[in-house]
């Protein structure tokens, strides 16, 4: 049934002049995504895997047929209008970091050649002591406040010189080594006293986020990095009212995961044991390599069956969980990673049965389009006035980030659900409960 909206339709900015989207770390998820945006408005492929092109979002009730495609019903900035830049340790432009990287054809990057061969990226912040496994010279130097100065200044330089009305940032850079939230990140003040402090809890990834939410750029975090995730970056981007987002995209296996779980907690099947193994060969496994960006990646791929089966509800079906993930680097599968999971279930009267998942998968193709869509989902989102987390987004997310003291949400359906209404509701739309009582009472 549809329930009337609480509110009117937000005050939503048109989308015009050019959206600038920076990119903080140019490897095989920001190239794949920047040429296949250039692919696209070229005519040589299409948006599969992005929302915000290609869904649909029914609108009123069932009966009044009305389903407009997603980019049709909200103001999105038109993919002519984005401009791409961003920063890296090493120097390669983005047609010779997309031909390392592997993920896309060659002879679809000679066609895109020209365009990729302009993005160059700016010196990075960086510091092997969060990155281990990577040792790249393109780099900024000085203490952490001097670095944060020097990315405002690069932000700002790229918005002139690109003529862009307004800013996007979203972290593709690797994954950092595991970190716990300390006092320095307890609130905006103790975090800029870090930062000029030279904190060692303060990372190269949150350098970036401050940057941007300093700026009232909305900053999206695609790595499980701890990053935005403190309190004292939220406190930011409420008082540059800047929306974010994060953390850690979810791909693959963890993708699956918040499809198949969902699905036997529905029926009420048991879940004994689930091991997932992945073998992938790109630059992002060979951070992996590294135990201390291991663990990182470990918490946030473990969380999702707790939050979805909720064994404290339900212990007798999911009290005794052996949940394991192991990613191997293994250089001959580059980016296409292949992974295996083993599902140890049981249904009535405690019969044991099993699943066996083989997924052939891409990482940057599934990635990719979760980044546009991030791009124009937190622009919309700036535009109709919102800031902090972007809760409506977590669709996007393994770890999605949420307000203190409120468990996240992984059901992909929920998620997805959640998004929707959230569309709808900025657009004063009625929103949809699926109640449906309206046709049969009649
Ligand atoms: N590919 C996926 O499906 C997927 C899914 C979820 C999350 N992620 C995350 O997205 C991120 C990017 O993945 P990828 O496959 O593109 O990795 P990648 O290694 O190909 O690219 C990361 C790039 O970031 C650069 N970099 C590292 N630290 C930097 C810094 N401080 N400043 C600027 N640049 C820096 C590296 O040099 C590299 O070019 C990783 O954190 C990964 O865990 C990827």
Same mark, same amino acid.
């Given at each position: 049934?549809?329930?009337?909206?609480?509110? +009117?339709?937000?005050?939503?900015?048109?989308?015009?002049?050019?959206?600038?989207?920076?990119?903080?770390?140019?490897?095989? *998820?920001?190239?794949?995504?920047?040429?296949?945006?250039?692919?696209?408005?070229?005519?040589?492929?299409?948006?599969?895997?992005?929302?915000? @092109?290609?869904?649909?979002?029914?609108?009123?009730?069932?009966?009044?047929?009305?389903?407009? +495609?997603?980019?049709?019903? !909200?103001?999105?900035?038109?993919?002519?209008?984005?401009?791409?830049?961003? &920063?890296?340790?090493?120097?390669?432009?983005?047609? @010779?970091?997309?031909?390392? %990287?592997? *993920?896309?054809?060659?002879?679809?990057?000679?066609?895109?050649?020209?365009?990729?061969?302009?993005?160059?990226?700016?010196?990075? !912040?960086?510091?092997?002591?969060?990155?281990?496994?990577?040792?790249?010279?393109?780099?900024?130097?000085?203490?952490?406040?001097?670095?944060?100065?020097?990315?405002?200044?690069?932000?700002?330089?790229?918005?002139?010189?690109?003529?862009?009305?307004?800013?996007?940032?979203? &972290?593709?850079?690797?994954?950092?080594?595991?970190?716990?939230?300390?006092? *320095?990140?307890?609130?905006?003040?103790?975090?800029?006293?870090?930062?000029?402090?030279?904190?060692?809890?303060?990372?190269?990834?949150?350098?970036?986020?401050?940057?941007?939410?300093?700026?009232?750029?909305?900053?999206?975090? %695609?790595?499980?990095?701890?990053?935005?995730?403190?309190?004292?970056? *939220?406190?930011?981007?409420?008082?540059?009212?800047?929306?974010?987002?994060?953390?850690?995209?979810?791909?693959?296996?963890?993708?699956?995961?918040?499809?198949?779980?969902?699905?036997?907690? %529905?029926?009420?099947?048991?879940?004994? #044991?689930?091991?997932?193994?992945?073998?992938?060969?790109?630059?992002?496994?060979?951070?992996?390599?590294?135990? #201390?960006?291991?663990?990182?990646?470990?918490?946030?791929?473990?969380?999702?069956?707790?939050?979805?089966?909720?064994?404290?509800?339900?212990?007798?079906?999911?009290?005794?969980?052996?949940?394991?993930?192991?990613?191997?680097?293994?250089?001959?599968?580059?980016?296409?990673?292949?992974?295996?999971?083993?599902?140890?279930?049981?249904?009535?009267?405690?019969?044991?049965?099993?699943?066996?998942?083989?997924?052939?998968?891409?990482?940057?193709?599934?990635?990719?389009?979760?980044?546009?869509?991030? !791009?124009?989902?937190?622009?919309?989102?700036?535009?109709?006035?919102?800031? #902090?987390?972007?809760?409506?987004?977590?669709?996007?997310?393994?770890?999605?980030?949420?307000?203190?003291?409120?468990?996240?949400?992984?059901?992909?359906?929920? @998620?997805?659900?959640?998004?929707?209404?959230?569309?709808? &509701?900025?657009?004063?739309?009625?929103?949809?409960?699926?109640?449906?009582?309206?046709?049969?009472?009649?």
């Amino acid at each position: 049934m549809a329930e009337k909206s609480k509110t +009117k339709n937000l005050e939503i900015e048109k989308p015009e002049g050019k959206l600038g989207v920076l990119l903080p770390g140019l490897g095989a *998820v920001a190239t794949t995504f920047i040429a296949g945006v250039i692919a696209i408005k070229k005519g040589l492929g299409k948006p599969f895997g992005s929302i915000t @092109q290609m869904q649909t979002i029914r609108l009123g009730k069932r009966t009044e047929k009305r389903t407009p +495609k997603i980019k049709d019903f !909200v103001p999105l900035a038109d993919l002519n209008e984005l401009v791409f830049g961003g &920063w890296d340790i090493f120097k390669d432009d983005c047609y @010779q970091s997309a031909k390392k %990287a592997g *993920v896309l054809d060659i002879n679809l990057l000679e066609k895109l050649k020209p365009e990729l061969k302009k993005i160059k990226p700016m010196r990075g !912040v960086f510091n092997r002591d969060y990155v281990r496994n990577l040792d790249g010279d393109f780099i900024k130097w000085g203490n952490r406040w001097e670095m944060a100065k020097k990315l405002i200044e690069d932000i700002k330089n790229f918005k002139k010189k690109n003529k862009c009305q307004r800013l996007v940032m979203i &972290w593709c850079g690797s994954t950092e080594v595991y970190m716990e939230r300390k006092a *320095v990140h307890n609130s905006i003040k103790n975090f800029e006293e870090g930062l000029k402090k030279d904190s060692k809890f303060i990372s190269p990834s949150m350098i970036y986020a401050y940057a941007a939410i300093k700026e009232g750029i909305p900053f999206a975090n %695609a790595s499980p990095n701890l990053c935005c995730d403190i309190p004292a970056l *939220v406190e930011l981007s409420k008082i540059t009212k800047t929306p974010i987002a994060g953390k850690d995209m979810k791909t693959g296996q963890t993708l699956l995961k918040t499809i198949i779980a969902p699905g036997l907690k %529905a029926r009420m099947l048991g879940l004994r #044991g689930w091991f997932s193994t992945n073998i992938l060969g790109n630059r992002d496994g060979l951070v992996l390599d590294d135990p #201390g960006s291991f663990k990182t990646k470990e918490k946030s791929k473990l969380s999702v069956l707790e939050y979805i089966l909720q064994p404290h509800l339900y212990p007798e079906l999911y009290g005794e969980i052996d949940h394991k993930v192991r990613i191997n680097y293994y250089l001959p599968r580059g980016d296409n990673k292949e992974a295996w999971d083993n599902i140890d279930i049981f249904g009535w009267l405690g019969y044991p049965m099993q699943m066996k998942i083989n997924f052939l998968c891409r990482d940057s193709i599934l990635a990719a389009p979760i980044v546009l869509d991030l !791009v124009l989902f937190l622009d919309l989102a700036k535009r109709a006035g919102l800031s #902090g987390i972007q809760e409506w987004l977590s669709f996007y997310f393994k770890s999605p980030q949420t307000v203190k003291g409120l468990y996240p949400e992984h059901d992909l359906f929920i @998620q997805l659900t959640k998004l929707k209404n959230t569309l709808r &509701w900025m657009m004063g739309e009625e929103l949809i409960t699926h109640l449906g009582r309206e046709y049969y009472d009649a």
